[in-house]
């Protein structure tokens, strides 16, 4: 794992090249860790990420009384506890940066017999937590958040749960998740309906240990009372993390780059719909599944593309995705606009925000709505980005630097280890101009 520094100097580099193996899934990762730390037995995770994010759940997890061994990189053996068998932890719990981490663990332990503190870095402890102790309440947790609604979260432990039929205002499967993992808890039955289907992970990883859940896009439904029956879990490579070099392959002249084995569920590869409707030539070849998960090779070549109305209808299917869509917009020709995206405003730093103030930076026009932009194509130039410690942002702005003319420096980009350990490593690699 390369060890991130806190800027870049990136600049355009060569024609983009070579075959990539990207990283594995982080929301996957996350609920890997909690599934199996709940389980009767000895579990396996392959293609963990190692990320700080999902290390941080682990080090959780150990705190909280699990043995989780790390025989090789990206490889865990977790000794699972049953689903009564955590232990109280002697501090905070800290999430690191990790959304996905700090409201998937509200719900699991908001059910435990025992109090608990969740607390996150800088971010994380700006991003509204009531949409899922919201929910929590209504099941009969107590869990107390600053007056505004961000963490520290404190869980007070010992509560009986009932069973909800909770349907969703945002389309979040943070809050769909942490929902049904209390519910596992709860008396009676636990339902979710979400305003629009979002990613499935915790159902069908719940079904593979074992647990009867009824789910289909939009709804999921369990019984509380039920044990968890350890399994293996092979982790997907994480299309997120690919998107970068999905559009970095399409708007740099010459490039190819094969991206191997990356998980394509459906409702994570709305970008790839969103770059298809621009015109990139993105292949799949050697599907298989993974994990139970469809995956298949990426290989992107260079394409010239159109700006696009970005279909709302995919937003939620590409929600990580923005900030690389932005980079792919600003680099196509004629406008693209989206909509419906507010959610991108409360993510690890305000998404629209950063984006439209970065790329105004290097020159381009962006019309900012509350809900979204619309990103009016040109010569990107140079200049500084800030990337408020988000790590995606920071990877965006390398992608857009390959098309630049000036050098791009990209401020505080230690988070993207976060997500992404070795992006720049391998971005190097491939072709990129990026100097640490
Ligand atoms: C995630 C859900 C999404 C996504 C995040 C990971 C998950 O968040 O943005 O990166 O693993 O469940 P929301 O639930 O807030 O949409």
């Given at each position: 794992m390369?060890?991130q520094?806190?800027?870049?100097v990136?600049?355009?580099?060569q024609?983009?090249?070579g075959?990539?193996?990207?990283?594995?899934d982080?929301s996957?990762?996350?609920?890997s860790?909690?599934?199996?730390a709940?389980a009767?037995?000895?579990?396996t995770?392959?293609g963990f990420?190692?990320?700080?994010d999902?290390?941080?759940?682990?080090?959780?997890?150990a705190r909280?009384?699990?043995?989780?061994?790390t025989?090789?990189?990206?490889?865990?053996i977790?000794?699972?506890?049953?689903?009564d068998g955590?232990?109280?932890?002697?501090?905070?719990?800290?999430?690191g940066?990790?959304?996905?981490?700090?409201?998937?663990l509200?719900?699991?332990l908001?059910?435990?017999?025992?109090?608990?503190?969740?607390?996150?870095d800088?971010?994380?402890?700006k991003?509204p937590?009531?949409r899922v102790?919201?929910?929590?309440?209504?099941?009969g947790?107590k869990?107390?958040?600053?007056?505004d609604?961000t963490p520290?979260?404190?869980?007070?432990?010992?509560?009986?749960l009932?069973?909800i039929d909770?349907?969703l205002?945002v389309?979040?499967?943070?809050v769909?998740?942490?929902?049904?993992l209390?519910?596992?808890y709860?008396?009676?039955?636990t339902?979710?309906?979400?305003?629009?289907?979002?990613?499935?992970?915790t159902?069908r990883?719940?079904s593979a240990?074992g647990?009867e859940?009824?789910?289909?896009?939009?709804h999921?439904r369990?019984?509380?009372?039920q044990r968890?029956r350890?399994?293996?879990?092979?982790?997907?490579?994480?299309?997120s993390?690919?998107?970068f070099?999905?559009v970095?392959?399409?708007?740099?002249p010459?490039?190819?780059l094969?991206?191997?084995a990356?998980?394509?569920?459906p409702?994570r590869?709305?970008l790839?719909?969103a770059?298809?409707?621009?015109?990139?030539d993105?292949?799949?070849?050697?599907?298989?599944t993974?994990?139970?998960?469809p995956v298949?090779d990426?290989v992107?070549r260079?394409?010239?593309?159109r700006?696009i109305?970005v279909?709302?209808a995919?937003?939620?299917?590409?929600?990580d995705?923005?900030p690389?869509l932005?980079?792919?917009?600003?680099c196509?020709?004629?406008?693209?606009?989206?909509r419906?995206?507010?959610?991108?405003?409360v993510?690890?730093?305000?998404?629209?925000?950063?984006m439209?103030?970065?790329?105004?930076t290097?020159?381009?026009?962006?019309?900012?709505?509350?809900?979204g932009?619309?990103?009016h194509?040109?010569?990107?130039?140079?200049?500084t980005i800030e990337?408020?410690?988000?790590?995606r942002?920071?990877?965006?702005?390398a992608?857009?630097?390959?098309?630049?003319?000036?050098q791009?420096?990209?401020?505080?980009?230690a988070?993207v280890?976060?997500?992404f350990?070795?992006?720049d490593?391998?971005?190097?690699?491939?072709g990129f101009?990026l100097?640490?």
């Amino acid at each position: 794992m390369s060890q991130q520094s806190q800027h870049w100097v990136a600049t355009a580099g060569q024609s983009l090249r070579g075959t990539l193996e990207i990283p594995g899934d982080k929301s996957v990762s996350h609920r890997s860790v909690m599934l199996a730390a709940l389980a009767d037995g000895v579990s396996t995770v392959d293609g963990f990420l190692e990320g700080e994010d999902t290390r941080a759940t682990a080090a959780i997890f150990a705190r909280l009384g699990v043995r989780i061994e790390t025989p090789s990189p990206s490889r865990r053996i977790v000794h699972g506890v049953g689903v009564d068998g955590l232990k109280p932890a002697d501090g905070p719990l800290d999430c690191g940066n990790a959304g996905t981490g700090m409201r998937l663990l509200a719900g699991l332990l908001a059910a435990q017999p025992f109090d608990s503190v969740l607390v996150g870095d800088e971010s994380l402890s700006k991003r509204p937590m009531r949409r899922v102790t919201g929910p929590l309440a209504q099941m009969g947790a107590k869990i107390d958040t600053q007056d505004d609604g961000t963490p520290p979260l404190r869980i007070h432990g010992g509560q009986a749960l009932a069973g909800i039929d909770y349907t969703l205002p945002v389309a979040s499967a943070q809050v769909k998740s942490a929902v049904l993992l209390a519910g596992l808890y709860a008396q009676g039955e636990t339902a979710v309906t979400e305003p629009h289907p979002t990613r499935d992970y915790t159902e069908r990883m719940l079904s593979a240990f074992g647990v009867e859940i009824e789910f289909s896009p939009g709804h999921a439904r369990l019984r509380g009372g039920q044990r968890l029956r350890a399994t293996d879990i092979a982790v997907p490579a994480d299309f997120s993390s690919a998107a970068f070099f999905l559009v970095a392959g399409s708007i740099v002249p010459g490039s190819e780059l094969r991206l191997r084995a990356v998980g394509l569920n459906p409702r994570r590869t709305g970008l790839l719909q969103a770059l298809r409707l621009m015109g990139a030539d993105i292949r799949e070849e050697n599907p298989a599944t993974h994990g139970g998960e469809p995956v298949a090779d990426l290989v992107v070549r260079h394409a010239p593309l159109r700006g696009i109305e970005v279909p709302e209808a995919l937003v939620p299917d590409m929600i990580d995705e923005f900030p690389a869509l932005f980079v792919a917009a600003a680099c196509a020709e004629g406008p693209t606009l989206v909509r419906g995206a507010a959610e991108l405003r409360v993510k690890e730093s305000d998404r629209l925000a950063a984006m439209a103030t970065g790329l105004r930076t290097l020159g381009l026009r962006i019309d900012e709505t509350p809900d979204g932009a619309t990103i009016h194509p040109g010569a990107l130039g140079g200049g500084t980005i800030e990337s408020h410690g988000d790590h995606r942002i920071a990877m965006a702005f390398a992608v857009a630097a390959q098309r630049a003319t000036g050098q791009v420096r990209v401020e505080d980009v230690a988070n993207v280890a976060t997500s992404f350990p070795g992006f720049d490593t391998l971005a190097r690699g491939c072709g990129f101009g990026l100097l640490s």
